[in-house]
């Protein structure tokens, strides 16, 4: 391809370890616009994929989580009333 302003076509080289595809060998997709050399280089990224997301699934859980500590914790402390002083409602 080449010129100014053109990048490489996916169907160029593998995705992960940017081998050409080229020649009359199979190309093993993934996504829709991911082609891979081989399916152990197709297997490799689903891994990973599946790992980013099982890490960004946990840490949103944990952020749900805190946030729901959180909000606990303040009405834990609206609920409590001192001796001698006043609750507003």
């Known amino acids: 391809m080449g010129g100014a ?3 490489v076509h996916f169907l160029d080289a ?3 370890c ?3 595809l080229a020649g009359n060998r199979d190309i093993f997709m993934y996504r829709g616009d991911m082609a891979f050399c081989s399916d152990e280089c197709r297997s490799a990224q689903m891994a990973a994929d599946e790992a ?3 890490k960004a699934t946990k840490a949103v859980t944990h952020g749900a989580l805190l946030a729901r500590e959180a909000a606990e914790g303040t009405q834990q402390e609206r ?3 001192r001796a ?3 609750l507003a409602l």
Do not use: D, M, N
Request: overall charge positive; hydrophobic content about 30%.
């Open 52 to 54: 980013a997301e099982r």
């Open 18 to 20: 940017r081998r050409p």
């Open 5 to 7: 302003g053109h990048g």
């Open 84 to 86: 001698g002083s006043v």
């Open 14 to 16: 593998c995705f992960l």
């Open 79 to 81: 609920g409590k009333v």
